[in-house]
């Protein structure tokens, strides 16, 4: 059994201003996109400028879309108590689901406004997302948020600030997410997107892998208490959410084989 580390959620408090590790995680994979996507820019023909502004696309589509997301899915009661309840980001509270249908209306609008195939963008920004997702996982453990099921592995660690669910060790289950949606879905599409692919592809097994990974997990992380199991005794609402993702992403790299090889365009000056 481990100890739960000590941390504090505020990250740098200067007066009044505080700046939370949950937040700063978010900065860290927006930061993180925008310099490996720096490196690939010219394969869509876009400038260093470019890119830059496909982040600040990418970051309000996940703001907006992330928290809208969690406040419609997993907290809609709240937010009727307390409309301002909202903006409390820095509590914690975002849905990936949102996020991510936040990110893909801004990639669609971003595609609008260069010309680009909506598909060929979202293979381009798939291998940037883990870094972020990774963060935001790690951000959850030291906001206390996602505690596992109870369990008698060595690596289970007793949650101090979750006494209230009792003092039985507990799967780290964000950390596993930080493994797994982080980790290792980075490096398989990092790796495979290194040279052009089918089209549709790398987007395809972002959605397959992403939905399998977190399907999964979801047998070791607690249900969140305000919603519980939502079907047969044992379904979450996150597995709910992430089994269209996994028969999207089978469909998209079943299609994907008849599409022909993105090429690189022609690079841009910063």
Do not use: C
Request: charged share 15%.
């Amino acid at each position: 059994m481990l100890q739960y580390p000590q941390i504090d959620p505020i990250a740098i408090a200067i007066g009044p201003l505080q700046i939370h590790w949950y937040g700063l995680m978010y900065v860290i994979g927006l930061v993180a996109a925008w310099w490996l996507g720096r490196h690939r820019a010219h394969r869509l023909g876009l400038s260093h400028d470019d890119m830059g502004d496909l982040i600040f696309y990418g970051a309000i589509g996940i703001i907006v879309g992330g928290r809208l997301g969690y406040a419609l899915f997993y907290g809609l009661e709240q937010l009727q108590a307390n409309p301002l309840w909202l903006l409390k980001i820095w509590e914690g509270g975002m849905s990936f689901h949102g996020g991510l249908a936040g990110v893909l209306v801004a990639a669609w609008l971003f595609a609008r406004k260069h010309q680009l195939a909506f598909i060929q963008l979202t293979d381009f920004i798939a291998p940037l997302v883990p870094i972020g997702l990774g963060a935001g996982r790690l951000g959850n453990f030291i906001n206390h948020e996602l505690p596992g099921r109870v369990s008698d592995v060595p690596w289970a660690m007793v949650f101090p600030s979750m006494m209230e669910l009792g003092p039985e060790p507990r799967h780290p289950s964000a950390l596993y997410e930080f493994a797994l949606e982080g980790v290792v879905l980075f490096a398989v599409l990092w790796w495979l997107s290194r040279r052009p692919r089918q089209r549709g592809l790398i987007s395809g097994l972002f959605l397959l892998l992403y939905g399998a990974f977190r399907f999964i997990v979801e047998f070791v992380r607690l249900p969140d208490p305000q919603l519980g199991f939502i079907a047969f005794g044992w379904l979450t609402m996150g597995q709910l959410l992430t089994l269209p993702m996994i028969v999207a992403g089978f469909a998209l790299v079943a299609w994907s084989r008849g599409q022909p090889m993105d090429k690189p365009k022609a690079a841009l000056n910063s």
